[in-house]
């Protein structure tokens, strides 16, 4: 796992950005055991990208802990990140039993994916059993879950089919890292949260054109997103402050608009490569 790099490099699953509160033991690179509490940055099926203050060293056993759940199971430590999103030491560690749902989430494989060139990752929780699985959508899927807030699947845990929602996610003030789920999404539809501003923030990854002003363009894919704010990431070498123009994939193409936003933070602050962004949306009336 490439955790020096924030394009999608091999991985058994799609990774998300999920900060989920952990128990991290082991022994550090001098040989003394440590614990610590800490959070994930990012997860995904096999593995993730955790924050931790103690030097480690590649190839070193560590026991990582959901404080959440309180389940455990061992990690390998992959290597050091090249550049810290958090501003802290951060490692890419490799799962060593990946039948253990420590996450809380379901990871499919990507075998278990349909065969299409656009799809939609959409973190999804069923309303009977509240279990969570990060989705693999069509677009038809997903302007269906735009329309109504929720989407009839099969629920592996209820075995049936059930509704499931968006959970609505909380978040740091920036809005980078969004938080283990508190509830399950309610109220309007989310097309109607999204349209309205509302700031409910909904881990989604749906296809967005950045253009700039100048003319330089890129396709990319929202981290997460809100009403007002749009994470993302991109090799365009944008600024904080910087103005943008952003075409999202959750209108049909024939009404695809271009809605002004401004650069609010990166994420690393300097260097070069793809950075992980941060975007304040501005609505018309």
């Given at each position: 796992?490439?955790?020096?790099?924030?394009?999608?490099?091999?991985?058994?699953?799609?990774r998300?950005?999920?900060?989920?509160?952990?128990?991290v033991?082991?022994?550090?690179?001098s040989g003394?055991?440590?614990?610590?509490?800490?959070?994930?940055?990012?997860?995904?099926?096999?593995?993730g990208?955790?924050?931790?203050?103690?030097?480690l060293?590649?190839?070193?056993?560590?026991?990582?802990?959901n404080?959440r759940?309180?389940?455990?199971?061992?990690?390998?430590?992959?290597?050091?990140?090249?550049?810290?999103?958090?501003?802290?030491?951060?490692?890419?560690?490799?799962?060593?039993?990946?039948?253990?749902?420590?996450?809380?989430?379901?990871?499919?494989?990507?075998?278990?994916?349909?065969?299409?060139?656009?799809?939609?990752h959409?973190l999804?929780?069923?309303?009977?059993?509240?279990?969570?699985?990060?989705?693999?959508?069509?677009m038809?899927?997903?302007?269906?879950?735009?329309?109504?807030?929720?989407?009839?699947?099969?629920?592996?845990?209820?075995?049936?089919t059930?509704?499931?929602?968006?959970?609505v996610?909380?978040?740091d003030?920036?809005?980078?890292?969004?938080?283990?789920?508190a509830?399950?999404?309610?109220?309007?539809?989310l097309?109607?949260?999204?349209?309205?501003?509302?700031?409910?923030?909904?881990?989604?990854?749906?296809?967005v054109e950045v253009?700039?002003?100048?003319?330089?363009e890129e396709?990319?894919?929202?981290e997460?997103?809100?009403?007002?704010?749009?994470?993302?990431?991109?090799?365009l070498g944008?600024e904080?402050?910087?103005?943008?123009?952003?075409s999202?994939?959750?209108?049909?193409?024939a009404?695809?608009?271009?809605?002004p936003?401004?650069?609010?933070?990166r994420?690393?602050?300097?260097?070069?490569?793809?950075?992980?962004?941060?975007?304040k949306?501005?609505?018309?009336?």
């Amino acid at each position: 796992m490439e955790t020096h790099n924030l394009s999608a490099p091999v991985r058994s699953s799609e990774r998300v950005l999920l900060r989920i509160p952990i128990r991290v033991e082991g022994k550090d690179a001098s040989g003394d055991a440590f614990e610590e509490n800490t959070h994930t940055l990012v997860v995904n099926r096999s593995g993730g990208l955790i924050v931790v203050s103690h030097v480690l060293q590649p190839g070193a056993m560590i026991r990582v802990t959901n404080t959440r759940s309180q389940i455990s199971c061992s990690f390998e430590v992959v290597m050091q990140a090249a550049s810290s999103l958090s501003g802290k030491p951060e490692w890419g560690v490799k799962c060593l039993e990946p039948e253990v749902e420590i996450w809380g989430v379901h990871f499919p494989p990507r075998t278990e994916e349909p065969a299409q060139a656009e799809l939609t990752h959409v973190l999804l929780g069923c309303q009977e059993c509240f279990s969570q699985e990060v989705a693999a959508l069509t677009m038809p899927q997903f302007r269906t879950l735009a329309a109504r807030s929720s989407l009839p699947r099969p629920c592996p845990k209820c075995h049936t089919t059930t509704e499931w929602k968006p959970p609505v996610m909380e978040a740091d003030p920036e809005g980078l890292m969004p938080s283990v789920p508190a509830r399950l999404a309610s109220g309007p539809p989310l097309r109607h949260a999204i349209e309205k501003g509302l700031d409910e923030l909904m881990l989604v990854k749906i296809p967005v054109e950045v253009r700039l002003p100048d003319g330089r363009e890129e396709n990319c894919r929202t981290e997460n997103l809100s009403g007002s704010v749009l994470c993302f990431t991109s090799s365009l070498g944008m600024e904080p402050g910087d103005r943008v123009y952003v075409s999202m994939g959750l209108d049909p193409p024939a009404e695809r608009r271009s809605i002004p936003a401004s650069i609010s933070w990166r994420r690393p602050p300097k260097g070069e490569g793809r950075a992980l962004y941060g975007a304040k949306l501005e609505r018309r009336v």
